[in-house]
């Protein structure tokens, strides 16, 4: 019985720092105040981190990843967003994650 108040408070505190130190925060922060902040249909707000921003007013991202993928946000729409597969990037010649002429689709 003494231990549930320390597995309880262990619990929590695990809990609470996987919230505050995964990108969760800054994707529900970038979806609710921009119409422009999609997170990709393969990935979710858990685990996607958008690594290039847009310069200006806009919050959008440009380039982002997440465990399995690598996303250029091609313009303003959904459909619009690329991705490639991090195995498959390893396959191309000089691939540069910020350079989209770089990945090979």
Do not use: H
Not at 35 to 50: A, L, M, R, W
Request: proline content about 2%.
């Amino acid at each position: 019985m003494k231990y549930r108040k320390y597995i309880a408070t262990t619990f929590l505190f695990v809990t609470l720092y996987l919230f505050f130190t995964s990108t969760f925060l800054e994707n529900l922060w970038g979806c609710l105040i921009d119409p422009n902040y999609y997170i990709p249909k393969q990935s979710n707000v858990f685990v996607f981190n958008s690594i290039v921003m847009e310069n200006g007013s806009s919050d959008a991202w440009i380039y982002g990843e997440d465990d399995t993928n690598y996303y250029y946000n091609a313009g303003i729409k959904k459909e619009e967003i690329i991705a490639i597969s991090k195995e498959q990037s390893k396959k191309c010649l000089d691939f540069n994650v910020q350079n989209i002429n770089s990945w090979c689709l």
